[in-house]
């Protein structure tokens, strides 16, 4: 069976109003980065309820959430679903999203440092040990690299 993945880029939150040393460190290591393309997670049509299935990956742990398919207010604004919200995202700018397809592992393979590509490259089994970055991904799962 192959599982349909929406791979998001975006930007991270901004950090707490006291951070602490390695926070401040690592969010100035994201910085960095390309801009849009600082993190990554990703989301999949749920099977057994309507609703998604979202694996985020933050710094301290990976965070599994499910949302279901209600209406979702976020900063004010309302939307029908999350899917809309992602769309309104993708729509202003904010954030980009790639379909990808969940491949089969066929045999155990050590994965690299525990990163946001890192997760999501072993969600997919993805076999690409020069994509480091989300920007890497982005264009090595296919997205528009005219950006």
Not at 4 to 13: E, L, N, R
Not at 18 to 40: A, E, N, Q, T
Request: proline share 5%.
């Amino acid at each position: 069976m192959t599982l349909t993945w929406y791979i998001i880029f975006s930007d991270p939150d901004p950090l707490s109003d006291v951070p602490r040393r390695r926070d401040r460190w690592l969010y100035s290591m994201l910085m960095r980065l390309k801009p849009g393309f600082r993190h990554c997670y990703a989301m999949r049509r749920a099977e057994k309820f309507e609703g998604w299935i979202i694996i985020n990956p933050v710094s301290g742990c990976v965070d599994v959430q499910e949302v279901d398919d209600l209406k979702l207010t976020v900063a004010g604004n309302a939307f029908s679903n999350y899917a809309h919200f992602v769309d309104a995202m993708v729509a202003a700018g904010q954030a980009f999203r790639v379909e990808s397809h969940q491949q089969s592992g066929r045999y155990w393979k050590p994965r690299g440092l525990f990163s946001c590509v890192g997760v999501i490259k072993h969600l997919l089994a993805m076999e690409a040990p020069w994509v480091w970055t989300p920007w890497q991904l982005y264009k090595h799962l296919g997205g528009d690299t005219a950006q």
